[in-house]
Structure formats: C-alpha cells, structure tokens
C-alpha cells in the first residue's frame, strides 16, 4: 500500500478497528467510569474488567471508589445517622437490582440539609456503576450545591451529563469548576476537550486535549483521546506522534501501540503498522484487535496466505474477533478458492455475530455466485444493499446477477445505483475495518489518571 487511506468519513468512533454501534449507555459506561474521582489526590484505584462487545476481549476500566486512610477533613467527617443509614440503603439496593427503591432513599437524602461530601459523591458513583447517570447527576449536583469550592463535585457531575448527552449542560458544569491545583486544571481542560470533542467542535476539543497532554503526557486516557481525535479527522501522521510518545511512556498499554499500529496503517505506512502490531501481539497475544488489523494489513498488501493464517490462529482464541472469520473467507475467495465449504461457514458465523455485515452478505453472494447459486447470490446482494444502499460493490453484483436471470428492469436499477458510487472494493473493506478499529479505541478507557 503506498497512499494514505483516506476514502471518506469515519463512523463515529475510529474506523478500522474502533461504535460498531455500542449501544449508548454501555459506551458511555466505558468512556465516564474511570474518571469518576471520590478526591483529588489519595484514593483507591479499584480495577473492573468489562466486555467490550465488538472487540471481544476484557478492557480495563478503572473505577475510582474507595478513599485512602489519609483522606481531607471533609472526607473523614461523620455524615448523620438518618444520611448513612440512607446511603445503605441506596447501596443495597443497587446490588439487588432494585433502581427505584434505590432512587426513592436518593430523593429522601437529598432532602436532608448540609450532607457530607464524600458521602454524595460515594452514592453519584454507585449510581453511575450501574448506568444510571440522572441519578448519578443528581447526587453529584447536591455535592457543588453544598460544598461549591471542591472540584469534584463539579467534575463528576459533568460526567453524568457528558453521559447523558447533556452536553451544553456539561460543558457549563465544568467551565465552572474550580480549579485551583495544576492537577484540577489539567483535568478540566481534559474534559472540556472530550465534551467539546462530542459536541462536534473540532477546532476547540484539539487544543483543549492537546493543552491536557502535553501537561501530562505519561496518561494512557489524554494519550488515547487525543491519538483518537486526530483520526477522526483522518490527520493520521498527527496521531501516530501522540500514540508513539503515549506508547513509549505506557509501553505496556495494548490501547496505545493499537492506535500507532491503525494510524501507520491508515497513513499507507504497512510496514511500520505491521511492526507495531506484532509488537502489541508479543506484548498480549490475546488480544484479537491487533491480530485483527495485522491480519486486514498482509490482505490489502496481498498476502493472502499470511492473512488467512493470522485469522486461522486469531479464530483459535477463546473469543476470536467476528471479523476474523470475514478476514478468513475474504482471502479464500480472492485466492478463487470459491467452493471451499469454509467460506460460507465462515461468512455464516461474521453474520451472526455482526448484525447489518452488509460486506458479509456480499461475500457470501460472490460466492455462492461462483458456486452458480443464483438465487442465493441474488438473495445475498439484496440483503447487502438494503443494509447499506452506498454499497457500490453490492449493488455491481446484484446488476451482474439480475441479468443472468433475466430481470432486465432490476439488472438497470441496479446498474444506475452502481454508477453513482466510487468506492472500490478494498476502499469499502478498508472503511468497515476503520470502523470497527475506531470503535474499539474508542469505547476504551485505558487505567489511569483522568
């Protein structure tokens, strides 16, 4: 590969390897979890693992939830009997399972006068452990509403509207924080950035991110989402920079050196990408994403046979990668071994782990095509288009197919709808991998500081 990739939007969150739709409260659960802080400087990381649905791996979230025996004084007060027997009982309700028992005990302490700080903001992160960021945003709006001086409060409470989608709302919360420490002014501007950065502003997010990394470039979290904004914006030798210098201060970080691998690759850099990627695999040879995109760079290069074989061995993990069995059956098929029993089986299982594949469906119609299945082929390009109606590729072969059997009319509407495309079909590979790359990175939250 000698040009950059660069064939036109990236789905909302990294598109080689990153929101295969996520659904909404899971990424946000991702992106708002490791950043809820209970004080500014001495707590208890405790570490979650949650599944990330599309990469099929465990993904490190660091939830913030304990407070060390050296805590500030507003910490170590006493809260009243009635505000901790209510704060159990939010806490075991949550663990049952019971939302509204649990938000009713909310409303009753938020109706008790002068509460104890650390106390709200314990109950605004149980509420955010379980999704429930209104509740959450409540409890934490109680803590700036009594104690308006601790950063914190204000803090956490743009979270919980961040994940609510309040974005005006949380970008006010957080410009109105007080940040007198070098430490809470990085973290402002840290969340001011991906604030901005979901409201769409480009321009703002950049040198508000940019600002929180270079005051502390050794964070895995600023390092990602910085690297990751560059490649929104296909600005891919920028974001190699800032996933190479993340990389070497974190170098065991399997989130970083994947962001340098995609970068270099979507920058036509296959040989550096390529490096990168057996590098990360040595690191964590579990790690399907980086088989993933190792495996899609020797595709696009043309090594069919060394592709097939790091999706042969990825498809051996415990939980291989879905896209690995397309990978698999995509380079059979370019090798024309078309009546290889394994590229249907293998199409088979990437549908029913990716709902809407439509360049799954494809596949399985030009090969079932080549296996002179007609109406199965047709039946697979239909779904591909209806899926995906800017599928060029799709509609190519449903032209192709239509006229083989004689429906003149469809085969015309087909080929009118074929020609008002441009992708090829490796640009329109390339974009599914963007996607599904940009998606990984981005509903991760490495371990870190905020």
């Given amino acids: 590969m000698s040009k950059s990739v660069n064939d036109g939007s990236i789905a909302g969150r990294l598109a080689l390897t990153l929101n295969l739709p996520a659904e909404a409260g899971t990424s946000f659960h991702h992106a708002i979890m490791p950043h809820v802080r209970l004080q500014r400087s001495r707590i208890v990381a405790c570490r979650l693992r949650l599944r990330h649905n599309l990469a099929a791996c465990l993904t490190p979230i660091v939830l913030l939830i304990g407070i060390a025996a050296s805590r500030p004084a507003f910490l170590r007060a006493q809260a009243p009997p009635s505000a901790s027997s209510l704060e159990q009982q939010i806490s075991g309700a949550l663990e049952q399972g019971g939302n509204a028992e649990a938000g009713r005990a909310l409303n009753q302490l938020l109706s008790e006068p002068a509460l104890d700080a650390g106390l709200l903001l314990r109950v605004g ?21 009594d104690h308006p001086a601790l950063f914190e409060g204000h803090y956490n409470l743009a979270l919980a509207e961040l994940a609510q989608g309040r974005l005006p709302e949380a970008l006010r919360t ?9 430490e809470d002014s990085t973290a402002r501007l840290y969340l001011r950035g991906k604030i901005e950065a979901a409201m769409g502003r480009t321009q703002a997010a950049q040198q508000d991110l940019s600002a929180a990394f270079e005051k502390d470039p050794a964070s895995e979290n600023r390092a990602l989402d910085l690297g990751l904004l560059y490649l929104r914006v296909q600005a891919y030798p920028q974001a190699e920079r800032v996933f190479a210098r993340g990389a070497k201060l974190n170098p065991r970080s399997p989130y970083l ?13 296959t040989g550096p990408s390529m490096e990168s990627s057996r590098r990360l695999l040595a690191l964590a040879p579990e790690f399907s994403p980086a088989r993933l995109l190792l495996g899609f760079t020797l595709y696009f290069e043309g090594d069919l046979e060394g592709a097939r074989q790091v999706a042969r061995e990825g498809l051996a993990l415990p939980e291989p990668n879905p896209y690995l069995y397309y990978l698999d059956a995509v380079a059979l098929l370019k090798r024309h ?23 799954c469906y494809v596949a399985s119609g030009k090969a079932r095509e080549e296996q002179s299945d007609l109406a199965g082929a047709r039946s697979d390009f239909q779904t591909a288009v209806r899926l995906a109606p800017g599928l060029s590729e799709g509609w190519y072969h449903l032209a192709l197919i239509d006229d083989r059997l004689g429906e003149k009319a469809e085969a015309a509407q ?37």
């Avoid at 957080?174 to 070098?182: C, G, K, L, R």
């Avoid at 050196?257 to 850099?269: E, K, T």
């Fill in 414 to 450: 087909a080929r009118q709808h074929f020609q008002q495309m441009k992708l090829s079909e490796d640009e329109r590979d390339k974009e599914m991998m963007r996607s599904v790359f940009l998606e990984t990175l981005g509903a991760q939250e490495p371990a870190g500081s905020p």
């Fill in 125 to 145: 992160i149980a509420f955010a452990q379980k999704g429930l960021y209104a509740e959450a945003a409540r409890a934490f709006a109680g803590c700036v509403r």
């Fill in 257 to 269: 050196l994947l962001g340098l691998a995609l970068a270099q690759f979507l920058d036509g850099r």
């Fill in 174 to 182: 957080i410009d109105q924080a007080p940040h007198v420490s070098e």
């Fill in 337 to 359: 071994e078309s009546s290889d029993a394994r590229i249907l089986s293998d199409l088979a299982a990437s549908e029913k782990a990716i709902p809407g594949c439509a360049l």
